[in-house]
């Protein structure tokens, strides 16, 4: 199994010393796949792939600094991390372990289901949560997420002094981390169907 690559577009870099790139790619096997076709950029040229990347956007091939996909990628990080520390905080967990209390100690899994399922807090079908059922904690683990924090506070009747402070922390650090960087110059090369 590999790709077939055939070159739809060559011309050159931004400072005349290499080329752009890009190339149209299909999987060269029978079996179906997810993403049968699809189109890569390249930069061959030293200075211009030290200072940009060939990003797809659309049907455009634009170039975008370096830095700023560094930056906006040092933001995500971020805004992960805190993420992650909020979910650790001690009067989060404490409360997490509350709601799979209440989730373990239901009278059977259809009822955790039917909670669940309520609260918009899980959307699979019955069968295929028993499948996956193996306890409150482990349910949580997997998928509870900061944006369900306030949600789940109510459940249990939690007091939620500091949560929307917390939550608001997150949601700007994840708000500064959704931009897309900015092309430089005018699209480099565009998809004709």
Not at 2 to 24: A, K, N, V, Y
Not at 83 to 98: D, I, S
Not at 110 to 119: C, D, F, G, N, Y
Not at 124 to 147: E, N, Q
């Amino acid at each position: 199994m590999g790709t077939d690559r055939t070159t739809e577009f060559e011309g050159p870099c931004l400072c005349g010393e290499g080329t752009f790139r890009i190339d149209d790619c299909e999987v060269d096997h029978a079996w179906p796949t997810a993403t049968p076709q699809w189109y890569e950029g390249h930069i061959h040229c030293r200075n211009c792939a030290a200072k940009y990347e060939l990003v797809k956007r659309g049907k455009r091939f634009v170039l975008v600094k370096r830095s700023e996909l560094q930056e906006i990628d040092s933001k995500r990080t971020q805004a992960y991390d805190a993420g992650v520390h909020l979910m650790a905080r001690p009067e989060v967990l404490a409360t997490l372990n509350t709601f799979a209390a209440l989730l373990t100690n239901q009278p059977s899994m259809a009822a955790t289901h039917r909670l669940l399922v309520a609260e918009e807090l899980e959307y699979s079908s019955v069968g295929t949560f028993r499948k996956g059922w193996s306890g409150g904690a482990d349910w949580i683990r997997r998928h509870i997420k900061p944006d369900n924090l306030l949600r789940i506070y109510q459940i249990v009747n939690a007091p939620r002094d500091d949560l929307e402070t917390w939550l608001a922390d997150v949601e700007r650090l994840n708000a500064a981390a959704a931009v897309t960087a900015t092309p430089v110059g005018e699209p480099v090369y565009e998809i004709f169907p």
